[in-house]
C-alpha cells in the first residue's frame, strides 16, 4: 500500500480525480492531478495512460508518445495503450510506426473482445490512407462484429465502401450502385443505432445527411428529401444542418420541381412562413379584385391610379406563380459534404473523412 501523498489523498484518488478533471475539459487541472499519483507511486501504469491521453487531448504529442511508452514500460501487455500509441502516430502522418503499434496491440489482445475494437478500425484506417480499401472495409466489418453498437464504425465502413466504389468501379454502372446501396444499409444502420444511444444522438444529423447524398446518388431523390428534411428537424446546431438545408432546398426546387401552389403549402423548409405568405398574397390579390367596383362609391374623392392598381394585382400573381414562371437553372457543382450541389453529386471523399473524423473527435 502506497502512502498518501498532499491533502491524504491515495494515489487512486489522485488518479481518479485526474480522469474526472480530463473528461469536464480541464485538461491542465487533470495533468497535475495525475502527476501527483505517479509521484507517490512511479509505477503507476494507469496514471501514466492517463496523462498520455490528457496530453493528446492538448497536441502534445511528444509528450504523449513519452508518456504512453512509460506506460508501455511499465505494463508490456495492454493492447489499450498500444493502440492509443499508434493513434498518436497516425494523426503525426507516421503510418509506419503507427502500423507497428497497431499490430503490436493486435498481437496483445488474444481474446478479440469489444476492446480490440479501436485497433482494428485504426488498421482499417491505415489500409485507406495506403489506397487498399478492400483490406481496409474487411476491417470495418471485423470492427463491427466485436462493437456492433458503434454507429461511427458503420460510418467508417460505409466511407470505405464509397472509396472503393469511386475508384474501382464505373460511375452508375450495376457494381456501381450495388456498392451505393450498401452504403445506405450501413448508414441506415448507423442512424437507427444514434438515435437509440443518448450518448451518440449527435451522429445522427451526420448519418441523415450522408443518407440523404447517397439516396441522391442513387437516383431517389425522394428518400433523399426524407431524410435531409428529418435531419433539419432535428434543430442539432451542427454545421451539417447548413449543408442539409442547402441540399434539401435544390432537390426540392431544381429536381423534385413542384406545381407551385405545392411550393408554397408544402415546402420542406420555412414551410409556415410561406404559407402565412401564400395566403397573404392570395387574400389581398381577391380583396383588391373584389372590392375594386366599389372603391369610386365609398371614396368619391379619391383619384385612383387604374394603371398602378392593374400593376400591383399583376405584380401579386406574379409573385404568387414565381416558382412556375422561372426555375433559375442550378450549375453543375463537385458535392462535397460540407457544401453540397444540386445536381448529380460525386461525393468529396475528404469532406466526407473530415466530417467522420470531426463526430469521432467531439462525441466518442
Request: proline residues 5%; glycine residues 4%; neutral net charge.
Amino acid at each position: 500500500m502506497r502512502e498518501p501523498g498532499e491533502n491524504g489523498m491515495s494515489e487512486t484518488e489522485w488518479n481518479n480525480k485526474g480522469v474526472v478533471l480530463s473528461k469536464l475539459g480541464r485538461h491542465e487541472e487533470a495533468i497535475k492531478a495525475l502527476e501527483k499519483a505517479i509521484e507517490i507511486n512511479p509505477q503507476n501504469d494507469r496514471a501514466w495512460f492517463g496523462k498520455a491521453v490528457v496530453l493528446g487531448e492538448l497536441e502534445k504529442y511528444e509528450d504523449a508518445i513519452k508518456a504512453y511508452d512509460k506506460a508501455i514500460e511499465i505494463k508490456p501487455q495492454d493492447a489499450l495503450t498500444y493502440s492509443n500509441l499508434a493513434e498518436v502516430f497516425f494523426d503525426l502522418g507516421n503510418l509506419k510506426d503507427a502500423s507497428q503499434r497497431v499490430e503490436q496491440a493486435l498481437d496483445r489482445d488474444k481474446n478479440r473482445d469489444k476492446s480490440l475494437a479501436p485497433a482494428l478500425s485504426l488498421k482499417a484506417r491505415i489500409k485507406i490512407e495506403e489506397k487498399d480499401y478492400e483490406a481496409a472495409s474487411e476491417l470495418f466489418v471485423k470492427a463491427i462484429s466485436l462493437d456492433a453498437g458503434n454507429p461511427l464504425l458503420l460510418l467508417w465502413d460505409a466511407y470505405a465502401n464509397y472509396l472503393k466504389a469511386e475508384f474501382s468501379l464505373e460511375s452508375g454502372g450495376k457494381r456501381f450502385q450495388e456498392e451505393v446501396v450498401a452504403i445506405i444499409r450501413n448508414l441506415e444502420r448507423a442512424d437507427t443505432l444514434s438515435k437509440e444511444q443518448k450518448r451518440r444522438k449527435q451522429i445522427r444529423p451526420h448519418a441523415l445527411y450522408f443518407l440523404g447524398c447517397f439516396y441522391l446518388k442513387s437516383k431517389d431523390i425522394f428518400a433523399a428529401k426524407e431524410k435531409l428534411e428529418e435531419c433539419t428537424k432535428l434543430k442539432s446546431k451542427s454545421p451539417i444542418e447548413a449543408s442539409a438545408r442547402e441540399l434539401l432546398g435544390n432537390i426540392w426546387n431544381y429536381q423534385i420541381r413542384p406545381p407551385w401552389w405545392r411550393w408554397w403549402l408544402n415546402a420542406p423548409l420555412y414551410r409556415w412562413p410561406k404559407r402565412i405568405g401564400f395566403f397573404m398574397v392570395s387574400l389581398f390579390i381577391f380583396a383588391l379584385l373584389l372590392l375594386h367596383p366599389f372603391i369610386p362609391g365609398w371614396f368619391p374623392s379619391l383619384q385612383v391610379n387604374w394603371t398602378l392598381y392593374v400593376f400591383l394585382i399583376a405584380l401579386l400573381i406574379i409573385i404568387l406563380l414565381f416558382p412556375s414562371i422561372e426555375r433559375i437553372r442550378a450549375r453543375d457543382i463537385e458535392v462535397e459534404l460540407r457544401s453540397p450541389p444540386p445536381f448529380e453529386p460525386v461525393l468529396s471523399p475528404m469532406a466526407m473523412e473530415g466530417k467522420i473524423k470531426e463526430i469521432e473527435a467531439k462525441y466518442q
